[in-house]
């Protein structure tokens, strides 16, 4: 098993940055990848960006070149670095990790709010 903790959300505006913060314990050793998804009202659950054990990343086309992913590997936390925030950003956003066996675990999920 492996459990998930995000921190970080909140409220901000229009052209302003959040960090978000996800820390894993239990059987880490079995992720392969973590990953940042978000879900707006009304819609479907979307990838934002992932990075693998190995360093590589892959970030959503809305996202590229605003959100940054990355990792404290003896902190056991990913980040995701969210610059440049538009209202349609909107969303709770989830930590996700994948191990071998292709097991998804689920944070529990914070909310981004970009108004002003």
């Known amino acids: 098993q492996v459990q998930l903790v995000e921190s970080g959300g909140g409220l901000v505006q229009p052209g302003g940055s959040l960090r978000l913060s996800c820390a894993a314990s239990?059987?880490?050793?079995?992720?392969?990848?973590r990953g940042w998804y978000r879900q707006a009202p009304g819609k479907q659950r979307e990838l934002v960006a992932t990075?693998?054990?190995?360093?590589?990343?892959n970030y959503a086309d809305s996202v590229k070149g605003r959100f940054t992913i990355s990792r404290d590997n003896a902190k056991n936390t990913v980040f995701l670095q969210m610059n440049n925030l538009k209202a349609e950003d909107t969303a709770v956003y989830y930590c996700?990790?994948?191990?071998?066996?292709?097991?998804?675990?689920w944070g529990q999920g914070t909310q981004v709010t970009v108004s002003s």
């Open positions: 996700n990790a994948l191990n071998m066996g292709r097991r998804e675990y």
């Open positions: 239990g059987n880490i050793f079995s992720i392969v990848e």
């Open positions: 990075i693998t054990t190995g360093g590589s990343t």
